[in-house]
């Protein structure tokens, strides 16, 4: 099986900054495309950024110019660095990936984190 556990949300003012990260683990050949989605109560989920295994990126318009995707094959994480972060911004993150096993292809998720911008 595999899983992924996110890190580094929080609570912080208007205009600060966090970074998230998720790192999966279990039985792993390799992953395509990693995301960050985020949910607030009565909505639905969100694609914020995505990266696929070549680099590609893919950014919300509401977050351009102020978050960062990242990720790192030979440790199976992917980061957001979330810059000069808005009320907004506040909601549940989540990370997806694509995850590719010896006999299987299917996507997961981690158990999300939460994101606090306080104004």
């Known amino acids: 099986q595999v899983q992924l556990v996110e890190s580094g949300g929080g609570l912080v003012q208007a205009g600060g900054s966090l970074r998230l990260s998720c790192a999966a683990s279990?039985?792993?050949?390799?992953?395509?495309?990693m995301a960050w989605y985020r949910q607030v109560p009565g909505k639905q989920r969100e694609l914020v950024a995505s990266?696929?295994?070549?680099?590609?990126?893919n950014y919300a318009d509401s977050v351009k110019e102020r978050f960062t995707i990242s990720r790192d094959n030979a440790k199976n994480t992917v980061y957001l660095q979330m810059n000069s972060l808005k009320p907004e911004d506040t909601a549940v993150y989540y990370c997806?990936?694509?995850?590719?096993?010896?006999?299987?292809?299917?996507?997961?998720w981690g158990q999300g984190t939460q994101v606090t911008v306080s104004s």
């Open positions: 997806n990936m694509g995850v590719r096993s010896t006999f299987m292809y299917d996507a997961f």
């Open positions: 990266i696929t295994r070549g680099g590609r990126i």
């Open positions: 279990g039985r792993i050949n390799s992953i395509s495309t």
